[in-house]
């Protein structure tokens, strides 16, 4: 018994070489996602007819109401109390005073007088109260959850009549929108126009109220007033007689004396800041070494300006002798020696003005130091003139503010008497629209409704087809298989017909070989021919599947028959010792096979039989085993295959499901190359990675993978080109794999 190779490498048409990924196998194209919704354009059309007989019943249904709105404009006017002396314009309400009027417009208090002034409580629409009660009403009533009679609550009307208003700005004016809307044209129209006279109304009440209760105090302030303004000047008149404190131009003498010390003593003190600041900058030139000539009063003086220009000539007589003369020639040194003469003179004035300088300052400091202290005697004198005259002020100022009070009052009154009349009747706003009773419902519009349903519909039906795109399970096309696994895709077989048999399944190769189904089983086969293990052809082909009802056994079966109609020394082993159904699919009885064999009580010649149908031979699964997988993995099963592959020029070997058993990864180490069966748009794409991940755990070769059970009437619309038989004979539905 040779060993089993399991480092050869496969080439079976693969493309790609990435192993599965459970957790990546649902990414799905976007291009995939739209072919998909297309695909299920029935169901697009079906749940869009749905939704729009949903949406015409509940048009049709619905009770119209009626919306009308009125328009308010907030115009402040003249003529308030506290604005009388104001010859302004009146200042235009701004954001929050149109917010606040607008809580006003539906604060209860005001939508319950609108309820009593229109009798609102004896209207069914907006008391629920008067409704007859409903199913769940009546039940609730004979279990005595609920009165018979109930009692009309004013707060449950408030809340309904809230409910059907609304009140905003108008943008970028000052206009605010009453909105109503009711089953009545009618109602509709007045609710808002009388709310709104009710505000109007409200406002001059109030206008009113605060215009009587303001008059009423003036009179009272008026009067208090005149006795202070009379006890207040008194005081006056009688503290400046004690004190003697007359005014002279607005003033009194002493404080104008003041003054002047003062304004002496200020201009004083900034003559010796002057002066010392001067005398500093001198200084500070002077000791740090430069030039003190360049301070702005050595410059400023008319001798040393001359003493330069006459140092600059003779500069320029140097510079221009020196051309010509050497540095010992009498006239260079004569002209140096007045040079050196000239510069002395100059620092000789430039310390006679630092001289001036410190005189200047110290005659500015004396001249300070006397006028402070003839400041201080005078305000030591001053103290209790001061005194007197705070308290002088004190008392001018009560009586000149009791006065001012008093001539305000008296003209805030006159005015108030003179216009509260006309303005009794006069608010801050008034209604620049009334609503006009309507005559067409405004819900619902039926064309608007429609279009709008319409548009929702398609919507709804795109999402529906959308979600059961992305939520689906299975796999569809080649293209989503391969980029999902990373496996090689090998071909799909059509679905069977209704109640069509396992046999007549796998028959349909012989009655039809021209079809589509046998040239699906031929694209198959020319898969496992090219297949190559090394340097030799893979022989040993395991058909297997992620679950059971995938169609291996069928596929299995036809794939053996089409390489012994291809003149192919071929076999098929039942390996599925849990379930076998390679007998019912060949239509032969159930007889010793390879259990028996690997058990040791059977040979060859006992367990392999022919294809009543073609020249393929086969083994059944035989009689049942406690442990098939242990038999499955023996060396016995490895000396079975090995002869059989020199015998055969293929071994088909039909395994159970993946996922069901742990037989399939044992084959699938022994097999050559194994294809993975897949119901189309059925099967889990999480199952089959799961399956594909096991059996590239239990061998390193590569795994091909097979959509069965196909709706071709379906897969059309997923595929770029449609599948249809080859050659002259028309294709006929095929009866798919088990």
């Not at 048009?59 to 119209?64: C, E, H, K, R, W």
């Not at 003493?307 to 000539?313: D, G």
């Not at 004198?381 to 305000?408: C, F, H, P, W, Y």
């Not at 399944?505 to 039809?512: C, S, V």
Request: a neutral charge; one cysteine or more.
């Amino acid at each position: 018994m040779s060993s089993i190779e399991t480092s050869s490498l496969v080439s079976f048409g693969d493309r790609r070489r990435s192993v599965p990924d459970e957790n990546a196998i649902g990414d799905i194209s976007p291009w995939e996602v739209l072919r998909g919704i297309w695909a299920r354009k029935h169901i697009i059309l079906c749940a869009f007819a749905a939704f729009m007989v949903v949406a015409i019943f509940w048009i049709v249904t619905a009770t119209p109401t009626y919306t009308v709105e009125t328009r308010v404009l907030l115009s402040p006017r003249s003529g308030e109390i506290s604005t009388f002396d104001d010859q302004s314009l009146p200042s235009q309400p701004d954001l929050e005073t149109l917010q606040s009027e607008i809580q006003v417009l539906t604060s209860r208090p005001l939508i319950a007088r609108l309820i009593a002034d229109l009798g609102l409580a004896a209207n069914p629409e907006f008391n629920p109260a008067l409704n007859a009660p409903g199913f769940f009403g009546r039940i609730a009533i004979a279990f005595g959850m609920r009165e018979r009679n109930p009692q009309t609550d004013i707060e449950v009307i408030t809340d309904v009549v809230l409910s059907r208003l609304e009140v905003y700005q108008k943008a970028n004016s000052r206009v605010i929108a009453i909105v109503f809307t009711s089953a009545d044209p009618r109602m509709a129209a007045i609710v808002p126009n009388r709310l709104a006279e009710l505000y109007i109304a409200q406002q001059i009440e109030r206008r009113t109220d605060v215009t009587t209760e303001a008059t009423k105090w003036l009179a009272d302030q008026i009067e208090e007033l005149r006795q202070k303004v009379q006890a207040s000047e008194a005081a006056v008149e009688a503290f400046r007689a004690q004190s003697g404190l007359f005014l002279t131009n607005g003033s009194t003498l002493p404080q104008q004396q003041l003054t002047e010390l003062n304004s002496q003593l200020s201009q004083a003190e900034a003559d010796r800041a002057a002066a010392q600041a001067k005398l500093s900058n001198a200084r500070t030139l002077l000791a740090s070494g430069q030039a003190v000539n360049t301070a702005a009063e050595v410059l400023q003086s008319p001798l040393i300006q001359s003493l330069r220009q006459e140092e600059v000539k003779l500069r320029a007589e140097l510079a221009q002798m020196s051309e010509t003369l050497l540095p010992t020639h009498p006239k260079m040194q004569e002209t140096q020696a007045n040079l050196a003469d000239l510069q002395q003179q100059i620092e000789k004035e430039v310390h006679k003005i630092i001289e001036a300088l410190e005189n200047e300052a110290r005659v500015a400091a004396a001249r300070v130091n006397s006028l402070r202290t003839s400041l201080d005697r005078f305000q030591r004198r001053m103290g209790q003139i001061n005194q007197d005259e705070v308290k002088l002020r004190a008392l001018q100022r009560e009586a000149d503010t009791n006065r001012a009070l008093l001539e305000s009052f008296l003209l805030r009154y006159q005015q108030a008497n003179a216009r509260a009349e006309a303005d009794a009747s006069a608010a801050n706003a008034r209604i620049v629209s009334r609503a006009q009773q309507p005559t067409e419902p405004s819900f619902p519009r039926t064309q608007s409704a429609i279009t709008f349903a319409a548009l929702a519909g398609l919507i709804f039906a795109f999402c529906v087809a959308f979600l059961l795109e992305v939520f689906q399970r299975g796999f569809r096309t080649g293209e989503q298989i391969e980029r999902a696994t990373g496996m090689p895709f090998l071909g799909l077989l059509p679905e069977a017909e209704p109640h069509a048999s396992r046999s007549q399944a796998a028959g349909e190769i012989l009655r039809n070989p021209a079809g589509i189904y046998a040239q699906a089983i031929r694209t198959l086969q020319g898969h496992v021919l090219l297949a190559r293990v090394g340097e030799r052809r893979a022989q040993k082909v395991l058909v297997t599947s992620a679950v059971p009802g995938e169609g291996k056994t069928t596929t299995a079966v036809s794939l053996a028959r089409a390489f012994a109609m291809g003149g192919y020394r071929t076999i098929i082993i039942d390996a599925d010792l849990h379930a076998s159904a390679v007998q019912d699919t060949l239509g032969v009885m159930r007889q010793p096979g390879l259990t028996d064999m690997l058990m040791g009580r059977a040979g060859f010649h006992h367990v392999i039989r022919k294809d009543p149908l073609t020249q393929a031979h086969v083994i059944q699964a035989g009689t049942n085993v406690p442990n098939p997988t242990a038999a499955l993995a023996s060396s016995q099963m490895q000396w079975v295959l090995t002869a059989l592959q020199q015998t055969y020029d293929y071994v088909i070997i039909d395994s159970p499901a993946a996922l069901a058993t742990a037989d399939a990864q044992v084959l699938a180490k022994l097999a050559d190359v194994t294809v993975l069966t897949v119901k189309w748009a059925d099967t889990d794409r999480k199952l089959v990675a799961r399956a594909l991940k096991l059996l590239s755990a239990a061998s390193s070769r590569r795994v091909g993978i097979l959509l069965t059970q196909v709706n071709l009437k379906r897969y059309s619309r997923y595929a770029a080109e449609p599948i249809e038989a080859y050659g002259a004979q028309a294709p006929r539905r095929m009866v798919a794999a088990r």
